[in-house]
């Protein structure tokens, strides 16, 4: 089955062709224009120019994908599009290409939601087995969540306030890394001290696998505000800071462990925080000493790209989830476990 998707929730606009066959699955294309020059000077993504950037690059960008895949149009199955969550006039843009494409080629459409994408792309990367314990870490969205099965989400924990891709990107803009600020800081992260500063970790003595940034920001803001920040105090803040997220990481990991209902052995860190290098080894070594598997899917699909969207695609085909009809409405707003099946409690 061949299945051509569409993702532009974001700042990223993406097109890709899957393939998936009884042994094997792979990505045929997956083309991903990111927006960093329309949004730079801005400092942060501005939605009406996230969605005129779509409206101008998607064109190229499918012809592009098309062109690489080697796939003739007639030959795809479905069309696969990100639905929601997100910025919706970029969202739009992306739908209304997929209902153009599935009305010209009378192909089913599958409205995807994007943290599904994220939440099942270990098992398009890893062929990662239910079930397991996801952390979803994005621009918008911070979360633990025990997949147990085809639209079995549990939801453990999720963020009160910021996302941390989010807090990554503030930060980042007050300490005048450049833009986007989560791999920015990383990268300037790695030449300064962790231990300079000691930031909170709000939510620590609380049981519940919830996260809250807007604690850690505001301390992290008000120590630049009281520093005189020559180049390396930015660099050590940078570090300090990133140190601290994954320390709140591993001790919340431990806590949704506890709170998984069935013996979990595979931890799955996904979504665009999860390209963190740093990160990524302090789960690495959490899991080590726990006796887990961590899973991280490659870094090209951890950020905002189709593919992701056109396996949560195959999945639906493959589980007999009806597809979506013609006029259904994208939502800007749209929680992982609104998708549950109606038998999952
Ligand atoms: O999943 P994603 O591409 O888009 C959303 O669905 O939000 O995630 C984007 C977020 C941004 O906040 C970005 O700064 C952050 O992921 N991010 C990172 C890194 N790469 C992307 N944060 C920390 N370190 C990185 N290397
Ligand atoms: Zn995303």
Known sequence: MYILAIETSCDETSISVVQDSPNNKRILSLVTRSQ??????????VPELAARAHLTNI?????????????????IDAIAVTAGPGLIGGVLVGVMLAKSLSIALSKPLYGINHLEGHAL???LSHNVAYPYLLLLTSGGHCMFVEVLGFRQYKLLGQTLDDAAGECFDKIAKLLDFDFPGGPA??????????????????????????FSFSGLKTAVKLEIERSTIDDQTALDIAASFQFTVGEIFAERTLKALKCCSHKVQRLVMAGGVAANQHLRGVL?????????EAI??????????AAMIGWAAIEAIKNAAPPSAIDFQPQPRWPLQDLNQPSFI
């Open 284 to 292: 690495q070594q959490l899991c080590k000493s726990h006796g887990l």
């Open 36 to 45: 960093v020059k329309e949004h730079q000077a801005y400092g942060g993504v």
């Open 59 to 75: 064109e190229p960008i499918f012809a592009q994908a098309i062109a690489q895949s080697g796939v003739d149009l007639n030959t």
């Open 121 to 123: 792309t270990a098992r």
């Open 185 to 210: 800081l990383e990268k300037k992260a790695v030449h300064g001290n962790p231990n300079r500063f000691n930031f909170p970790k709000p939510l620590e003595h609380t049981p519940q696998p919830n």
């Open 296 to 305: 991280f899917p490659p870094m090209d699909l951890c950020t905002d790209n």
